[in-house]
C-alpha cells in the first residue's frame, strides 16, 4: 500500500511537497506467518528470514527440525496462535475443500488490528465478503492480493473502491523466465510418458 499510494503521490499533477510524517511499517524484524509451508511457502520463508523477519508457519504436516532451522521457522499447530501473533500474513496453500474460505470473519478478527493479509494461492481461500468488511472497519490494517475470485473482479466489486488494499492479475508466475522454465518442465514430463521413463513432476491422486 504504502509503495503504491507513494507513487500515485510522486505522479500527481497535485502534488506541490512530500509531507515528512508520512510513514510505512518496517518489515525487517516484523513478525511473517506462512500458512501452507510447502514448496512455494518455504522459500517464502529463505527471502523472508534475508530480511531478519521472525518466521510462523502452519502447515498440515510439520516440516523437519533441520528445514525449521535453516530458515529459523517456529510451527504453530493452531492457526489461531499466527494469526494472533504475525504482522503479515502469507496464504500459500492449495484450493480445497479444506482451505476454501480458510480466512473468513472470525479469522480476521485474530489477527492485529496492524496487520497485513497477503494472499497468493487462490482467491477463494478468502472469504472476500468478510476480507471487505474487514478493511472498511480497520479490523486489520491492509490486503495484498495477487489472486480473487473470480478473476478479474467485476468493476463494480467493493474490493476495487478500498484505499488499504493491492491487486495484482495473478502474476506470481508471470516472468519471461519463469514461463520457459514451467514450459520446459512440461515438456519434459511429455517426453517422459512418451519414453517409458518416470515422469519428474508426477502429481499423485490423493
Known sequence: MYLHSGCQIAVSPDTKYFAVDWLGVEVTR?????????????KV???ARAFDMRILY???NRRRKAEEEAVDAHYCEKMEDLLQQSDFVMLVVNL????????????????KPTATLINISRGAVIDQDALVE??????????????????PLPRHHPLLKLNNIIITPHIGTATVQATRM??????????AVLNGQPIPSEVFPK
Open 30 to 42: 516484523a513478525t511473517l506467518g506462512i500458512i501452507g509451508m510447502g514448496s512455494i511457502g518455504y
Open 45 to 47: 520463508a529463505q527471502r
Open 58 to 60: 502452519h502447515n498440515r
Open 96 to 111: 480445497t475443500p479444506e482451505t476454501h474460505k480458510l480466512i473468513g470473519k472470525k479469522e480476521l478478527g485474530l489477527m
Open 134 to 151: 474487514a478493511l472498511q472497519n480497520k479490523v486489520i490494517r491492509a490486503a495484498a492480493l495477487d489472486v480473487t475470485y473470480p478473476e
Open 182 to 191: 514451467m514450459a520446459e518442465e512440461a515438456i519434459a514430463n511429455i517426453l
